[in-house]
């Protein structure tokens, strides 16, 4: 029989005293979200008849673009975003009535971490002219609504009038990825107009895990219909907010960082080999995400952007109007990674964008997965909606003065074919091909793959049709002229 050394029974025997101890006084890690600790009692907000006049947003914890900028370290964050009236460029040629933050949309995103102080003011200056761009929007009230706060939404989210400033500070209680937005009736309207943006709180600790690249993916809907009073900036047409489309959740765009495709034109950098971060935010207003990038999988993602909410392995990330997400991924190798709102009705209006990790051409390849722009943008409103429904649904198998596809090339096709031809042909390629001579001539020209109905409405034939003028009555060079059908 074996004898216990002395030394061991009285290390058994202390441990069982420890967890006898720790069982009878219900000791536990302490709670990190303990409302004691937290800062809910700040000072009361100051509304002023003060104007500022500098620029419309500053603060050292403020990121301009889809780059973060990396924590300030000072514990009080002083933030200014200012409110104006603008036109903002929302898709190629797509002039757009807005409201903003800071003067932009998205506005800047704010980064700070629990615990910090956030000093914010912001004066109402949507009674001022942009300089370089004249006023398009009647001046009204305007409000700060930041979710990342606890405080009185009666006292810090008050509405102020053209040429007032509010004052008020917070301490950000919990880390995450938080909308702010304009609070003032109708908020659908405000939202819809381009007033939101990002906080980033980060946990007091820091994140579990390092990355290289650290990028703000904000998706957004706008809902933009021709101005009925006809203006026009810089010869181009106005566009204003579509209440009737906005109520119906009915959006002509949905966006990543206020601009369809503008990430594809603009691709975010990375490395092989880099963890890059990103911190994505669907503000709505109406619309549900669902966040992929084409190639990689999520290591990690933290839903609101809080570490202690975490999923392992995912490859989308659905998010509802206001929700954020912090997604981590590595990038296997060079390429471009496309990201996506996998509703690819999201994804057909704008939602797409790249992340370029280098590589040759042909290592890369052709990129499928977004809406290319076919040509420079026209003028006409119902042009310009013909060009974004090709570029989403046909350049895949067409293009417009590129040469041969899986289908023809379409530059000149208006000089070859007249509209009646191609009105019968969009709305139902079956029964021409069963009837049409040409048709069938067409059919065996390119292997006899037939192209899809693509079930088009009247409307949407009309603006094919004037997209397809348009681009057939630019100057030479501009669609090149392609022989065949």
């Not at 379409?410 to 019968?424: E, I, P, Q």
């Not at 049409?436 to 390119?446: N, R, S, V, Y």
């Amino acid at each position: 029989m074996t004898t216990m050394v002395p030394w061991a029974r009285f290390l058994i025997g202390a441990t069982a005293a420890l967890l006898l101890g720790a069982c009878n006084s219900g000791a536990s890690p302490a709670d990190r979200y303990d409302p004691s600790k937290m800062d809910l009692k700040p000072v009361p907000a100051k509304i002023s008849a003060e104007r500022h006049t500098g620029a419309f947003a500053e603060g050292a914890a403020l990121s301009m673009t889809a780059e973060l900028k990396p924590l300030d370290p000072a514990p009080v964050k002083t933030i200014r975003l200012d409110t104006t009236h603008k036109i903002i460029e929302i898709a190629p040629g797509v002039k757009y009535s807005a409201w903003t933050f800071g003067d932009q949309v998205p506005g800047p995103t704010i980064r700070a971490r629990v615990g910090d102080k956030i000093r914010f003011s912001m004066t109402n200056r949507s009674d001022e002219p942009v300089p370089g761009v004249r006023l398009t929007a009647a001046p009204m009230m305007h409000s700060m609504d930041f979710h990342a706060a606890m405080v009185s939404p009666q006292d810090k989210y008050r509405s102020i009038a053209p040429g007032q400033t509010i004052e008020f500070e917070f301490t950000p209680n919990y880390p995450g990825v938080f909308m702010y937005h304009c609070g003032t009736p109708m908020i659908l309207e405000h939202i819809a107009s381009g007033m939101y943006g990002a906080l980033v709180v980060e946990p007091r600790e820091g994140y579990p895990t390092k990355a290289d690249r650290e990028y703000v993916i904000i998706q957004s809907e706008f809902y933009a219909k021709p101005d009925p009073q006809k203006h026009k900036v810089d010869g181009r047409p106005l566009y204003v907010l579509d209440g009737d489309n906005l109520r119906k959740a009915a959006p002509n765009y949905t966006v990543f960082n206020g601009v369809h495709n503008g990430m594809v034109r603009k691709p975010l950098p990375a490395k092989p080999g880099e963890r890059v971060r990103l911190f994505v935010l669907n503000v709505g207003p109406s619309k549900t995400s669902s966040f992929h990038v084409v190639g990689t999988i999520f290591d990690r993602v933290w839903m609101d952007g809080n570490p202690d909410n975490q999923f392992r392995g995912m490859q989308t990330v659905l998010l509802g109007s206001s929700s954020g997400a912090i997604v981590e991924f590595m990038i296997p190798e060079a390429g471009q990674y496309i990201m996506v709102d996998h509703h690819f009705a999201n994804a057909s209006q704008g939602a797409i964008g790249l992340i370029d990790a280098g590589g040759s051409k042909e290592e890369r390849g052709d990129i499928e997965h977004h809406n290319i722009a076919a040509t420079a943008t026209p003028d006409d409103p119902e042009a310009v909606k013909g060009k974004l429904d090709f570029e989403s649904k046909c350049l895949a198998c067409h293009s417009l003065g590129q040469g041969r596809k899986l289908g023809p090339d379409l530059a000149g096709v208006t000089k070859r074919r007249s509209d009646d031809w191609l009105t019968r042909w969009l709305k139902s390629p079956e029964a021409m091909l069963r009837t049409d001579a040409d048709a069938k001539t067409m059919l065996k020209e390119f292997g006899n793959i037939a192209m899809p109905n693509q079930n088009l409405s009247d409307a949407e034939i009309r603006q094919y049709l004037k997209y397809f003028h348009w681009a057939d009555a630019q100057l030479p060079g501009t669609a090149k002229a392609a022989g065949g059908h």
